[in-house]
């Protein structure tokens, strides 16, 4: 008789290495500039793709996919860059 683990075990087993605890925290500069990166990296993505469906090269539904990831991702870095805005304006209203 085989003994079979339930469905929320194995998602449990399969998260748990990124529960690990990393050896040396992240710098937040390093962060960032990772972040930065990688949005540069998908538009120029995006790009190339677009200019691709431009000439018949690449399939519609691959446009339409890429398109949805680049807004998907300036909508994040835009809502971050707005909670930090927003946390640097609270700590200016502290009273020195």
């Known amino acids: 008789m085989e003994i079979r683990s339930t469905p929320a075990e194995q998602g449990y ?8 605890p990393s050896a040396k925290p992240a710098d937040t500069g390093e962060t960032f500039a990772a972040a930065a990166g990688n949005l ?4 120029t993505g995006t ?3 677009a200019k691709a469906a431009m000439v018949g090269k ?3 539904h691959a446009l339409v996919m890429a398109l949805t990831q680049t807004e998907l991702a300036i909508e994040t870095a835009s809502t971050l860059r707005d909670k930090v ?3 640097y304006q609270e700590i200016m209203r502290m009273p020195v």
């Open 85 to 87: 805005v927003e946390a």
């Open 47 to 49: 790009e190339a793709t």
């Open 58 to 60: 690449a399939d519609p």
């Open 40 to 43: 540069v990296a998908g538009m």
């Open 13 to 20: 087993l399969a998260a748990k290495p990124a529960l690990a």
